[in-house]
C-alpha cells in the first residue's frame, strides 16, 4: 500500500495509552501502536503527533478546582505521554523532537512552528504536547490548531470508537455509524467528533479528519494509504 498523504497530525487519546489499566501507560501498548507510525514515516510520511492527558488527568473533570489551573496540570500530563511515546519510537529507530506550548526547556523543545516544519521535512516525527498552552481549550483543538500551522493534509483521530455514530453506541444498540458527513452536519447535530471550537477550526480552513479506532494500531497506517476505515469529515461528501 502506497501513501495517499504526504504529511499527517495523528491525535491520539491519553486513554489509548493507558491500556487495560485505565491509568497511566502501558508501555507495550505505546510501543505497538508507534510500530504503524515508523511504517509511515519508513514510507515518507512526515508525522505530527497531539497526545490527550486523560489517562493522568482531566481538566474539566476537576471539581471545585480553579479550571485554568486544572487545565494546565492537564498539560502537564499530555507532556508526559508525549516524552513516552517519544522514547517508544526511539526505541523503533524513528527520530523524533517533543515540543511543548509551555516551555520547559530541560525535556522538549519549546513550540516554535517554522522549527516543527522543518524537523517534519526532515523526516523526524515531531509531537505536541501541553495542548494549544491555553486554559479551556481541548487538545482536540490543539491538534486542529497544529494540523494547520504546520499545513498537514488531514487530521487522523485514533479514538476507543471506530468512528461517528448519530448517537452514543454504548447507550444505543441501534446508533448509525456514518463513513462520510459533513463539518456541517456534525456541528449541527452536536456530533462527538471533535469539541465545536476544533470541528470549527477544521471546518474554516477545509481540513479533513478521520476518526478511527485504535484498538487495532495498523489502522493508522491504513488510514494514511487511505484505506476506507472509520468516518471522514469533511466540507464536501460527494
Not at 81 to 101: H, K, M
Not at 135 to 151: G, K, M, N
Not at 178 to 191: A, G, N, P, Q, T
Amino acid at each position: 500500500m502506497q501513501p495517499k498523504y504526504k504529511r499527517i497530525l495523528l491525535k491520539l487519546s491519553g486513554e489509548s495509552l493507558a491500556g487495560a489499566a485505565k491509568h497511566g501507560i502501558d508501555f507495550d501498548i505505546v510501543v505497538k501502536m508507534c510500530e504503524p507510525i515508523k511504517k509511515c514515516v519508513e514510507a515518507g510520511v512526515q508525522v505530527g503527533i497531539v497526545v490527550g492527558g486523560g489517562n493522568f488527568w482531566r481538566g474539566r473533570s476537576s471539581g471545585e478546582m480553579d479550571r485554568t489551573r486544572a487545565d494546565h496540570m492537564g498539560m502537564l500530563a499530555t507532556t508526559i505521554n508525549a516524552l513516552g511515546v517519544a522514547d517508544a519510537l526511539e526505541q523503533l529507530g524513528i527520530d523524533v523532537r517533543v515540543q511543548t506550548a509551555i516551555s520547559m526547556r530541560q525535556v522538549a523543545e519549546p513550540y516554535i512552528r517554522n522549527k516543527a516544519v522543518s524537523h517534519l521535512s526532515k523526516g523526524r516525527v515531531v509531537i505536541f504536547g501541553c495542548g494549544t498552552g491555553n486554559p479551556f481549550f481541548s487538545t482536540d483543538t490543539a491538534a486542529a490548531l497544529r494540523a494547520v500551522e504546520i499545513e498537514a493534509d488531514v487530521i487522523m483521530k485514533a479514538t476507543m470508537v471506530d468512528g461517528v455514530y448519530d448517537s452514543d453506541p454504548k447507550v444505543n444498540p441501534n446508533a448509525k455509524k456514518y463513513d462520510v458527513i459533513s463539518f456541517h452536519d456534525v456541528l449541527r447535530k452536536d456530533l462527538a467528533v471533535m469539541d465545536s471550537t476544533a470541528s470549527a477550526l477544521c471546518k474554516d480552513n477545509n481540513l479533513p479528519i478521520i476518526v478511527f479506532s485504535i484498538d487495532d494500531p495498523e489502522n493508522i497506517y491504513k488510514a494514511v494509504c487511505g484505506e476506507s476505515i472509520g468516518t471522514l469529515v469533511t466540507n464536501t461528501t460527494e
